[in-house]
């Protein structure tokens, strides 16, 4: 099956720091997500992007689209405690929008 | 009301008892899922419901038993669980799309089911 994998597993930031997680795929997508999961909830639509080269924000928060279509990227600018979490990609691989893959996840910790 | 509400957020169950979890959204949305999430790992597909009708079952075993009774509510019905089915259990919702923009699913905050 489709596999999404990010990088870092994890991540310990100090507070004020930018922080950059990938997501890379084996095959390419149409869409890409970004979900934030705080310790004991579900997971938070951040952003979503659709088209290739595509760089949207959302406040701190900024994501990219690759050119591939194999690969997105998600940059948090000026971390603060409360960015702690899981973050993870996601996407509808060749099973449409009602099938939507999550990546491994990246945890990200910051110290104040 | 932009919410996916799960009840109950804690379960405990033995093998022998018979459980249901309970998922309820109010956004119009016509698509339903439910996800197993173990520990450290990403949420995993287990069942989607497309207009109150079931689309996807993703090889799950037969002891989980989902239903949707209506567009707003879904159900996971569960019976003769195994310890190793202790997770965290996720409904979500979305609206039905075709080509051209996914728009993301809404997560309730889920169960955490623990089987003893």
């Known amino acids: 099956g489709q596999q999404l994998n990010q990088s870092p597993q994890s991540m310990f930031i100090q507070e004020g720091e930018d922080v950059s997680m990938n997501c890379t795929s084996s095959?390419?997508?149409?869409?890409w997500l970004w979900y934030k999961q705080d310790p004991g909830e579900g997971p938070v639509l951040l952003i979503a992007?659709?088209?290739?080269?595509e760089l949207t924000s959302n406040g701190r928060l900024t994501a990219q689209f690759g050119i591939t279509r194999k690969d997105s990227f998600l940059n948090i600018s000026a971390s603060i405690p409360s960015d702690v979490g899981i973050y993870f990609c996601?996407?509808?691989?060749?099973?449409?929008?009602?099938?939507?893959?999550f990546g491994t996840g990246t945890k990200l910790q910051v110290i104040p | 009301d932009t919410e996916v509400t799960q009840t109950p957020k804690h379960l405990v169950m033995g093998m022998t008892n018979k459980k249901s979890l309970k998922c309820e959204q109010h956004?119009?949305?016509?698509?339903m899922y439910w996800y197993k999430q173990k520990a450290k790992k990403p949420p995993e597909l287990m069942f989607v419901?497309?207009?109150?009708?079931?689309?996807i079952n993703e090889s799950v075993p037969s002891r989980f038993s989902p239903e949707c009774p209506n567009s707003s509510l879904l159900n996971l019905h569960l019976h003769a669980l195994q310890p190793e089915d202790s997770a965290l259990y996720l409904c979500?919702?979305?609206?039905?799309?075709?080509?051209?923009?996914?728009?993301?699913?809404?997560f309730g905050s889920g169960t955490r089911l623990t089987v003893v």
């Open positions: 419901y497309s207009y109150e009708k079931l689309s």
């Open positions: 992007l659709y088209k290739a080269g």
């Open positions: 095959s390419i997508f149409n869409t």
């Open positions: 996601a996407g509808p691989g060749s099973g449409g929008y009602q099938k939507v893959t």
């Open positions: 956004m119009g949305h016509r698509a």
């Open positions: 979500a919702s979305s609206q039905l799309v075709g080509t051209g923009g996914g728009g993301g699913y809404t």
